[in-house]
């Protein structure tokens, strides 16, 4: 059974992620590029998130750095990912 408070904080907290996938397709161009790790992969990838969909299921990133090189534009889904690192200022 949810609690009244239990609902209040999962409200809060998923508008305080709302609010961060907000700043990073919006504030894109001036935010770090985020770090990506993935499952297979042993090094990270570093890109600039464009937008998320609704069910954090895919991530559009910009010029993704890969070991073999760079990637213009990427979909990425987050089933494949271990970590995904947000650098702020």
Same mark, same amino acid.
């Given at each position: 059974?949810?609690?009244?408070?239990?609902?209040?904080?999962?409200?809060?907290? &998923?508008?305080?992620?709302?609010?961060?996938?907000?700043?990073?397709?919006? @504030?894109?161009?001036?935010?770090?590029?985020?770090?990506?790790?993935?499952? &297979?992969?042993?090094?990270?990838?570093?890109?600039?998130?464009?937008?998320?969909?609704? @069910?954090?299921?895919?991530?559009?990133?910009?010029?993704?750095?890969?070991?073999?090189?760079?990637?213009?534009?990427?979909?990425?889904?987050?089933?494949?990912?271990?970590?995904?690192?947000?650098?702020?200022?």
């Amino acid at each position: 059974p949810n609690s009244t408070e239990q609902q209040e904080k999962r409200a809060e907290l &998923r508008s305080r992620f709302l609010n961060v996938l907000e700043y990073l397709t919006t @504030n894109n161009q001036v935010a770090s590029p985020i770090q990506l790790d993935f499952h &297979r992969e042993s090094s990270l990838t570093a890109a600039r998130c464009l937008s998320v969909d609704s @069910n954090f299921s895919q991530i559009l990133v910009e010029d993704l750095q890969t070991p073999i090189g760079s990637i213009p534009t990427a979909l990425i889904r987050t089933n494949d990912l271990t970590a995904i690192t947000f650098p702020f200022q």
